[in-house]
Nanobody, 120 residues
Framework: QVQLVESGGGLVQPGGSLTLSCAASGSIVSIYHMGWYRQAPGKQRELVAAITSGGMTNYADSVKGRFTISRDNAKNTVNLQMNSLKPEDTAVYYC??????????????WGQGTQVTVSS
């Protein structure tokens, strides 16, 4: 019922910046939560940052002070500004959200993922 499409991933040098964007489409009535997770090779998927429709945010300790999550509820999008990138930030980043669509209860959705590689 909801499709999440990520963009903005790529290769960047340590200390550089990238901005990820996630656009949600579908018969969305309400957005309760959107966020970003990441999964590096050999590791479990972990929360990077999350934001509620009201603007409350939550960050992983490893990215606090470097990453900023923002959202535009009217456009059903969420962005992740990543600064001072480190090699350990290398992972597949997944957009996630809890949405209510027409005729349904709130449900959780995932994007397909976008690769972020931090390397010199």
């Amino acid at each position: 019922q909801v499709q999440l499409v990520e963009s903005g991933g790529g290769l960047v040098q340590p200390g550089g910046s990238l901005t990820l964007s996630c656009a949600a489409s579908g018969s969305i009535v309400s957005i309760y939560h959107m966020g970003w997770y990441r999964q590096a090779p050999g590791k479990q998927r972990e929360l990077v940052a999350a934001i509620t429709s009201g603007g409350m945010t939550n960050y992983a300790d490893s990215v606090k002070g470097r990453f900023t999550i923002s959202r535009d509820n009217a456009k059903n999008t969420v962005n992740l500004q990543m600064n001072s990138l480190k090699p350990e930030d290398t992972a597949v980043y997944y957009c996630n959200g809890v949405f209510r669509v027409t005729g349904n209860l709130p449900s959780n959705y995932w994007g397909q993922g976008t690769q972020v590689t931090v390397s010199s």
